[in-house]
């Protein structure tokens, strides 16, 4: 009797085992068609960014010749033009980025109480212009600005900045509201109690509270202006020649390999940035509005 | 007598945000006011309704507004199945791969568009050398949408996945679902709002995009042999030139109109359904 207990009783347990694995292996194949996705549209397309930014195409009697050359980045580093794009890009991407926090700060503090923002529905007007489609937009901010008599013939620079940040601003506010959401208020008081005075209360601890909110909505304005392409050419009228300009226009003069050092020079600065702030810890889909829903 | 500084300070609060909120509308509303005069801006408005008339008649601007939508829509559907799929079978997966697929995840989300056009560009005319002529279409379009917005669908349904508890799909199995059952019955319900989520991110981004779109289409789709023409290709040809024309006041008025519907539905359904919620909880307890 227990012998044949025995043996009716071990298949069970290893055919549970087999068939888990199976329907493990079952779902991790479900990544594969997100690898290929990946691999062919993200990594290959940046690995020949590279290859571009470092090699060159000469035509050797008749036939095109590709090799290894430094020519695309001597031509960025020897040229003062380039190199005052990339200064008027990093001086708009500060200024930008600078407006848009003085202004969204105080906007986040006030929508993250609860008294005064009860339903999200203010939040959700702040959100609302993103939906709007930004080519109008900026179209519209060009012509009003037109009207005043701002416009990008006679004043470029205040033209694009109130561009840029009409654009940011919802996505600075954003970042900032979500780690507003969870200041601990009782922390604040208790500074208070203990005798700060408000400055040093803000300074001290409301600042350091939301540093992730700040740094992420940094990220989401500073990168963005920098390679911008359409607010700064319309409302300067291409006045103002920012680094996505510039990329753009190598591309389209058929620069390829001026253009590509330029691209990687531009995903270098990111990953400096990346790699300056990946220890503050930040809420992942804050970023370009994936808090909203 | 006590609460009079808070006071002070509540209708402080409330000026700055009505102020900056009428400040970021202002551009829209002008242009919605205008749309029913076809006088320049700042010229004194005489009430007619030809913008709405010429927009209806436009054939440009509605082959525009469809190649908009159908885009949109076929980007934000691919997008929401790669994406998702590729969520649960990255959460599977084995730890390298995870961080490997997670990190290369990352990179279009904080890639400026300008190098993702580029990028893919370059690699369609590398393809092209290689295996003779990829020539830009709506396919080559679509690619580079969906490099926009995979990314955002992972990102959103991921955190779903990880607070579902682990215990139900096997549950589901041992209680003789096959798998292709206890993903859809179990898991897929709970990971919804994720779905939905990036689903209505990756629609967002789709119809707000310029340069990827400017880069990688090709002729297709309503503009039949000639380049397609999203609204954002089709207004910055315009702009670049001359002011917003009047006629693209009247779409901006729709535009608007449809925004506010759709973003009011859908509050009105977030409220009904927090409150069903809470009186569920109520019976419960």
Redesign the interface.
Known sequence: MSSTSEAALPPTPAK?KK??RF??L??????????L??VL??????L??VG?AFSETNVVNGVKVTSFSFAAAASFFTSASKWSVLFVSLFTGVQTTIICLL?AY??AY??A?KK?NA????V???I?????????????????L??MGLSGSTHPWGATLIGMV?NY??FTILPLYTTMLKLDHSQVEAAADLGANPWHVFWRNVIPQTLPGIVSAC?MVF??V??S??IS??LSESKITLF?NY??LD?SNSL?NE??FM?LL??VI?GIT?LLTRNIEKD??G????G?? | MVNKASLWKRILAQCYIWILLLLMYLPVLVLIIYSFSTASLGQPIEFTWENYANLFKSREIQIAVGNTLILALVTAVLATIIGTLGAIGVYESRPWIKKTLEFTTQVPVVNPEIVIALSLIVMFVFLGGIFGGVKLSFWTLLAGHLVLTVPFVYLSVKPKLMQLDPALYEAALDLGCTPRQALWKVTFPEILPGILSGFLMAVTLSLDDFIVTAFTRGPGLLSGTSSIQTISTYVEGIIKRHPLPTDLRALTTFIFLAVVILVGSFMAYQNIKARNGKRRKGRKY
């Open positions: 549970e068939t888990k329907f493990g079952k779902r991790r194949y479900l990544a594969i068609p997100y690898a996705f990946l549209f993200v990594v290959i397309p940046l020949l960014i571009y202004l105080p906007a006030f929508l109480e005064f339903n999200k529905i203010l959700i007007l702040f609302m212009p993103m939906w709007i489609n930004f080519v109008i937009r900026t179209g519209a901010t060009r012509d009003l037109n009207w009409y601003l919802p990220e990168m963005p920098m390679s392409y359409v050419d319309t996505g990329i753009y591309f390829w253009g590509s691209a531009m995903l990111i990346m992942p889909t970023s370009r509005g994936g909203l829903w």
